[in-house]
């Protein structure tokens, strides 16, 4: 059973900054394409940002400049680091696992809810 486990979300004040990690077993992690996903109330999952095994990396559109995707090879681990969190980065955010860059993910993890507000 392919498990991806997220952890690190959290509230914080708008400007702030939260980490968010992600998981998983080392077969998963080096045949996949990582990523992380996010749903707002009443709003579909979107894409954030995802990662190849070689470390190129891709984002939407909204998050570029602010938010970085990493990955540690060592511990199986992909990460989000988020800066300049705005209120409408408020969502439950969920790293995906997928066979392809521009597909869907075919695992996911439980999600982690990130709120920003004052």
Excluded: H
Aim: charged share 15%; hydrophobic share 30%.
């Amino acid at each position: 059973q392919v498990q991806l486990v997220e952890s690190g979300g959290g509230l914080v004040q708008p400007g702030g900054s939260l980490r968010l990690f992600c998981a998983t077993s080392k077969n998963i992690f080096s045949t996949y394409v990582m990523g992380w996903y996010r749903q707002a109330p009443g709003k579909q999952r979107e894409l954030v940002a995802k990662i190849l095994s070689g470390g190129s990396t891709m984002y939407e559109d909204s998050v570029k400049g602010r938010f970085t995707i990493s990955r540690d090879n060592a511990k199986n681990t992909v990460y989000l680091q988020m800066n300049s969190l705005k209120p409408e980065d408020t969502a439950v955010y969920y790293c995906g696992a997928g066979r392809t860059i521009y597909g869907p993910a075919d695992y996911w993890g439980q999600g982690t809810q990130v709120t920003v507000s004052s």
